[in-house]
C-alpha cells in the first residue's frame, strides 16, 4: 500500500518541451515549478517575484518558497560567491559597482545582494544601494536586489542564502553579497560564500580594529581600497600592518595565505588581481569549495530547524503565552534566564509529548 505521508510531484502532465535538462523520459514526468521554468530562461522579473516569495513571513508562502527552492535545487552551485564587508566609508558599493563592471566586461552575469541597514526602532530600511550602482544597474547582465538586514545579525538578510540559489538558478556566474559592515558579527556572511572579502582604509585604524573583531580570522582576502596615487604610500603602509597583524592570526586555512591587496574603485585598479585571487583560492583546492558548501548547507538546515522551533512556539496559545511570562519575570530580575529557560523547555517538552500520545 503506498504511504499517503510520501512526497507528491507539484504536477504531473504529459512531457511538453520542457525547457530545464534532466527531464527526459516519455509519458507522464513532474513539471518543473513554473516559477523555476521563468528562472532558468533568466527572466528578470521571475526572479524578482521569486526573491520576493522566499522573503515573504507570510506563512501560506513558506510552503511554496520550499516548493520552489526544491525545484531549483539541481540547477544550483555553479556560481562564484564572494561576501564583501568593510566599515562604512570604505566604498563598498563603488567597488562593487566597479568590481561588477569588471566582471561583466570578462562575460559573465553578476548578481549582486546589497543589504541595507535597518531601524532597530521602525524596522525601516532606505535601500539605497541600487541608486548608488547606476552603471551596473544599466547593464543586462548585471542583477541588484537591495534587501533589509531586519534583526538579523552579521548584517545578512533574512534569506540571503535563499536568494542566492535562486540567482544560480537564474544564470548568474557570480554572486556578491554586500554586508552592512557596522561591527556585527560577520561570521553569518563568511559562513554563507566561497571567498569572504574584506575591504579597508588606509590611516584609518583598520587594521587594528579589524584583528580586535576577528576580522583576520575570518577573512579570505583583504583590499585596501581608495588607494589613489596620492594615497599610495599611506595605502602602503596600512598594507604591510595589516600582514604584520595576520602573523598574530590564527590561519583559517593551512594552505591559504591571506593576500593583503590594493584597489582603487575610483580609478579601478586593481581589480583583476582581487578577481585573479578568488580563483586561485577556488581552483587551488576544488575539495576545499565542495567542503566548505556541504559544512554551510549543514549549518544551513540547523539555523532553519531553530527558526522553524521558534514559529511553532508562536503558533501554539499557551507557549507563547508562557514564552511572554517568564521573559518579563527575567525583565524584572524576579528569575535567572537559565531557569527561566529550563521551565520553558519542559513546557515544550510536556507539550511535545501530549501531541506525540
Known sequence: MQDENAQKPLLETPLAGASLAGISSAGTVPTIHPLAEALSSGNRRALAKAITLVESRRADDADKAQELLNAILPFTGKSRR??????????????????????????????????????????????????????????????????????TL???????????????????????????????????????????????????????????????????????????????????????????????????????????????????NGLEEIWKTVMQFAEGNPARITQLRRSQAVRWMREAVNDGLQRLVEREPELRILKHLLEQRVFDEALAPSSAASQFLEALEDAWRKRVE
Open 82 to 151: 564572494i561576501g564583501i564587508t568593510g566599515v562604512p566609508g570604505v566604498g563598498k558599493s563603488t567597488f562593487i559597482e566597479a568590481f561588477g563592471l569588471m566582471l561583466i566586461a570578462e562575460g559573465k552575469k553578476v548578481a549582486v545582494l546589497a543589504i541595507d541597514p535597518s531601524s532597530e526602532r521602525t524596522g525601516g530600511s532606505i535601500l539605497g544601494d541600487k541608486t548608488r550602482m547606476m552603471e551596473l544597474s544599466r547593464s543586462n547582465h548585471s542583477f541588484i536586489r537591495p534587501s533589509p538586514a531586519g534583526q
Open 154 to 268: 552579521g548584517g545578512v538578510a533574512r534569506r540571503t542564502r535563499e536568494t542566492m540559489l535562486l540567482c544560480e538558478a537564474a544564470g548568474f556566474d557570480i554572486v556578491l553579497v554586500e554586508t552592512v559592515g557596522v561591527g556585527q558579527s560577520e561570521t553569518a556572511v563568511a559562513s554563507m560564500v566561497d571567498f569572504f572579502l574584506v575591504l579597508a582604509l588606509a590611516g584609518a585604524g583598520d587594521e587594528l580594529q579589524g584583528m580586535k573583531r576577528g576580522i583576520m580570522e575570518l577573512a579570505d582576502g583583504i583590499a585596501i581600497n581608495k588607494a589613489e596615487e596620492s594615497n599610495r604610500a599611506a595605502a602602503d603602509r596600512a598594507a604591510q600592518h595589516i600582514r604584520n597583524g595576520l602573523h598574530f592570526a590564527t590561519p583559517k586555512y593551512d594552505d591559504w595565505q591571506v593576500p593583503v591587496l590594493l584597489c582603487s574603485a575610483v580609478e579601478r
